[in-house]
T-cell receptor, first 114, second 113 residues
């Protein structure tokens, strides 16, 4: 398997624009997680899905953030409108019960909002 | 709320030394604990996964131990090399939160030749 795939790897956008981050989990994994990493706060959970269903979105900072998982092989994290404080690295990860829920991370998307 | 703390925040050692990184957590009812490595500007690489029922796991020069009752884990790196320079992150999961990872802030390790 190719591992967790994220796109784009880098995104630079202006304040107020819509940003969409994409993730393809490892085939067969039934949990998908979105995390955000900043210097100030470290790595924080934003939302996670189980079998494509959002289970806990309490980490989503504001209504400007939304996430979907239309099928088992694709998820999106959308920010609309974007703000400079959203600048961070966004990671997607997936896991599977059969692997004792060990999480595998994608390479991340580095978002810069100017 | 689970709090994960890693000490020290930064560490510099000469090549060849054995070293220990520490991780502590406040809620001992964890499902598992995972150690990661992160190189600058890169993603996270899983190093070791310890189930709550286990005491330790080993992979090559790395050994991770877990004392769940005291809320502590250590990552032991033997015979350190410059290539070990990276940030090491500790994270725990709980079965009642979808096995989402709760991270410490990491230990930044520099191994000098």
């Amino acid at each position: 398997d190719a591992g967790v795939i994220q796109s784009p790897r880098h995104e630079v956008t202006e304040m107020g624009q819509e940003v969409t981050l994409r993730c393809k989990p490892i085939s067969g994994h039934d949990y998908l997680f979105w995390y955000r990493q900043t210097m100030m706060r470290g790595l924080e959970l934003l939302i996670y899905f189980n079998n494509n269903v959002p289970i806990d979105d309490s980490g989503m900072p504001e209504d400007r953030f939304s996430a979907k998982m239309p099928n088992a092989s694709f998820s999106t994290l959308k920010i609309q409108p974007s703000e400079p404080r959203d600048s961070a690295v966004y990671f997607c990860a997936s896991s599977y019960r059969g692997l004792k829920y060990e999480q595998y991370f994608g390479p991340g998307t580095r978002l810069t909002v100017t | 709320k689970q709090e994960v703390t890693q000490i020290p925040a930064a560490l510099s050692v000469p090549e060849g030394e054995n070293l220990v990184l520490n991780c502590s957590f406040t809620d001992s009812a964890i499902y598992n604990l995972q150690w990661f490595r992160q190189d600058p500007g890169k993603g996270l690489t899983s190093l070791l996964l310890i189930q709550s029922s286990q005491r330790e796991q080993t992979s090559g020069r790395l050994n991770a131990s877990l004392d769940k009752s005291s809320g502590r884990s250590t990552l032991y790196i033997a015979a350190s090399q410059p290539g070990d320079s990276a940030t090491y992150l500790c994270a725990v999961t709980h079965s009642n939160s979808g096995y989402a990872l709760n991270f410490g802030k990491g230990t930044s390790l520099l191994v000098t030749p």
